[in-house]
């Protein structure tokens, strides 16, 4: 008996490959069936059942209800942020199929984490915001600024009290091994980039594909080529 039981059972239930697949499939933040993380996990409807049960014992996912539906989704961003540190940590993954580098190539160029941009795109913005002034550099993570709050207005988000004077974190992207923004700062671009159509979820699960339209508006918007 340790005093470190406690991380070990969590650290057991994330390691198991089939349960770390699901944890993966659910990092954007949006509630998946059963049925779809069984498919992603490759197994059965009953064994993604018991997967499912232990994840929940644990308090890694939460089940919601709408209607006959039953959906689950991670319980909190703690979870996303503990799941991409073990990927931080990983050697990169191991491309054995046509499939795999596609899946490989759209992440990697974007992709959601719990609602916001990751990946390529999500590094590329981050860059661009600090280097407009919209927000300050502090190391650990930024600042928004006066002239980021106008632009935020210009832009057509309206900024929440979960912004003012609050420091927006940084997440250090598992496939660059370099940081983006994270929390409700950079989740309200994202969703507003979505609303322009600039962006689009692409066919590989969690990625985002920029559009012809984002192409240019985020050239001229950002100062920077989403797909160079």
């Known amino acids: 008996m340790s005093v470190y039981d406690n991380i070990s059972s969590t650290a057991k239930l994330i390691g198991n490959p089939v349960r770390m697949t699901m944890l993966i499939a659910l990092l954007d933040g949006r509630a998946l069936p059963a049925g779809e993380l069984a498919s992603m996990a490759g197994i059965s409807p009953q064994t993604a059942s018991a997967h ?9 996912i939460v089940l919601k ?20 540190a073990i990927a931080i940590l990983s050697p990169p993954s191991q491309v054995k199929s046509l499939k795999e580098s596609t899946e490989k ?6 992709r959601t984490c719990y609602g916001h941009l990751a990946g390529e795109i999500g590094i590329k913005l981050t860059q661009a915001l600090i280097h407009l002034g919209y ?3 502090l190391k650990d993570g930024c600042l928004l600024t006066e002239n980021g709050l106008e632009w935020m207005k210009h832009f057509g988000i309206n900024p ?9 974190p940084y997440h250090v ?14 989740l309200a671009i994202t969703n507003r980039l979505l609303e322009l159509g600039w962006i689009k979820h692409g066919k590989v699960h969690r990625s985002i594909q920029i559009t ?4 240019s508006e985020i050239t001229k918007e950002f100062g920077f080529d989403p797909l160079s």
Do not use: C, Q
């Open 65 to 84: 209800k709408s209607g006959k539906h039953r959906y689950y989704m991670l319980t909190s961003s703690k979870v996303a942020e503990a799941v991409e």
């Open 173 to 186: 992207d598992w496939t660059a091994r370099k940081f983006h923004i994270a929390g409700p700062f950079a």
């Open 135 to 137: 927000v300050k550099d």
């Open 160 to 168: 929440s009290r979960k912004m003012d004077n609050t420091v927006i």
């Open 105 to 110: 190539k759209a992440l990697y160029a974007g």
């Open 212 to 215: 012809d339209l984002g192409h």
């Open 52 to 60: 499912l049960a232990k994840l929940m014992e644990g308090s890694l």
